[in-house]
């Protein structure tokens, strides 16, 4: 797209499509990702059903690793909320930085687009915008598509954990875990992380011995953490 | 097909603050700026919360998830891969597994 900035902003059924064709590489990535979902959905003792109304109704696969990691029957209702809450808080930022496009849109295409909005397709609409790109369809046409993927490859995750049905602590659950010390590798800033980080990791073994069983640590290690790394770059400038 | 009334109800909590985020965030921020310091302690948040996850399940988990997770890490830093990251790391706390 050439267009220039001042180009009003569209919403076209080409833009969908295009946002459609152009995320199906990033589709390559998630499904590890949505896979693994599936399998730890299965381990903790989900059925079929649940797995599937899961992922089509949160679409949020960090935050589904978290909660399952700490599943338990009765299913924790107030502790997977708030973790929930607490893992998906980056994407109340990722919103507003996509405003050129979402404050030209209404109704259905406004929160249609906001609820198919995930890491991937979030970068990918960005860069699509940056570059001149006046048609907010792509987001949601990429959304979709990764939605349904998202979908399919949790149900295929399910099914592989149910054939397999693998023993509590075999090693294919160790892939979930692999999820988050990957994408840390993708999150250091530099060596400014280091404090916060730190901070987050002993408050998190602190609360995890505190409260055995639960999901509270997660929480309390980001507060504890964020807020430190918060205080010390507003208050060094 | 099973549907646990109390799964279905961590499913529904799990949706709704999934969705406060994705466009209740767009929607306040649309009508208040946050504040610098607010930002700041935003900007810090992803990597804290993974942080916070990891880093108890290495301590209780032992030898199988330190010996994955520094192969994740090596596999990421080299190649820049999320998916071969992720095999390298389970296929090394597999290989731990079978050794004990």
Not at chain 1, 55 to 75: I, K
Not at chain 1, 101 to 122: I, T, Y
Not at chain 2, 36 to 60: C, D, Q, Y
Request: hydrophobic content about 55%; glycine content about 12%.
């Amino acid at each position: 797209m050439t267009a220039s900035s001042s180009a009003p902003v569209v919403f076209t059924r080409a833009g969908v499509l295009r946002g459609m064709k152009e995320c199906i590489p990033l589709l390559i990535g998630v499904t590890p990702f949505g896979l693994v979902c599936g399998i730890t959905a299965q381990g903790a003792g989900l059925s079929f059903l649940e797995t599937f109304l899961m992922s089509a109704s949160v679409y949020a696969g960090s935050a589904q690793l978290v909660v399952l990691a700490n599943w338990a029957h009765p299913a924790p209702v107030v502790a997977a909320t708030l973790a929930t809450f607490a893992v998906n808080l980056r994407m109340a930022l990722m919103g507003p930085v996509l405003s050129p496009w979402l404050d030209r849109l209404r109704g259905w295409r406004l929160w249609g687009s906001l609820f198919v909005m995930a890491d991937q397709n979030w970068a990918q609409a960005l860069g699509d915008m940056t570059a001149g790109g006046r048609d907010a369809g792509v987001l949601l046409g990429s959304g979709l598509i990764m939605w349904v993927w998202w979908i399919v490859t949790g149900g295929i995750g399910h099914a592989m954990g149910t054939v397999l049905s693998l023993p509590p602590g075999h090693p294919l659950f160790f892939a979930a875990l692999a999820v988050f010390v990957s994408m840390l590798a993708n999150m250091w800033r530099g060596w400014g992380d280091v404090l916060p980080w730190v901070i987050a990791g002993g408050v998190a073994v602190v609360t995890a011995r505190l409260l055995p069983g639960t999901a509270w640590y997660i929480v309390a290690g980001a507060l504890a953490g964020s807020m430190t790394g918060g205080l010390r770059d507003h208050f060094r400038r | 097909m099973r549907l646990d009334p109390w799964t279905l109800a961590a499913i529904i909590g799990m949706a709704l603050a999934t969705y406060a985020c994705r466009g209740g965030g767009y929607w306040l921020f649309r009508q208040i700026k946050p504040t610098p310091l607010l930002r700041a302690v935003m900007a810090h948040i992803p990597g804290t919360l993974f942080v916070s996850f990891v880093v108890p399940a290495l301590v209780a988990g032992g030898t199988q998830p330190v010996v994955g997770a520094a192969a994740t890490l090596v596999t990421m830093v080299a190649t820049r891969s999320l998916s071969l990251a992720i095999l390298a790391g389970t296929a090394a706390a597999w290989g731990v597994w079978g050794l004990g």
